[in-house]
């Protein structure tokens, strides 16, 4: 049962598999981004910093307040970063073409952008990277057909 995964896991390391190309594969060819550098330049971006911080601190002393007020005044924040860098795992799904959550095609997406901004090159919008699905889902899929 498991061997049939197994083995398509080990050809695809060993770089004998010969699929179609992932649209984010096809990019970083093309740009020629290696993905250990996306990797690397996420850490960077995804670092939590010392604003970063003192958000979250705002916020959870806005939460712990009865003044509304200041839960206004921290909702109005700007958003901290994640702390949480692409990993290699995410990348490795992402070539495969596997689903990866929508925060993590995010964190990918910037980057990507950054590495190119380093290349002086234009920044790409999610689309280039990754497919991604019709507005509606399923509900739409069905309207096409029918219609």
């Known amino acids: 049962m498991h061997s049939g995964a197994a083995r398509d896991r ?38 939590l910093q010392p604003e970063d911080r003192a958000i979250r601190l705002t916020k959870r002393l806005a939460r712990g307040s009865e ?21 290699d795992r995410t990348i490795s799904a992402a070539l495969l073409g596997k689903p990866i ?9 910037r980057a990507v952008n950054r590495i190119l901004e380093q290349k002086k090159q234009e920044k790409v919008e999610l689309s280039a990277l990754f497919e991604l699905p019709k507005k509606g889902g399923a509900a739409a899929e069905g309207a096409e057909a029918a219609g």
């Open 67 to 87: 003044d509304a007020a200041k839960k206004k005044e921290a909702a109005g924040t700007k958003k901290p970063r994640s702390g949480r860098p692409v990993t």
């Open 101 to 109: 959550s929508g925060p993590a095609k995010t964190r990918v997406l």
């Open 10 to 47: 080990v050809a695809a390391l060993s770089g004998q598999v010969t699929t179609m190309g992932t649209k984010i594969e096809d990019f970083l060819k093309e740009k020629k981004i290696d993905p250990r550098r996306i990797i690397a330049a996420s850490v960077k971006i995804e670092r």
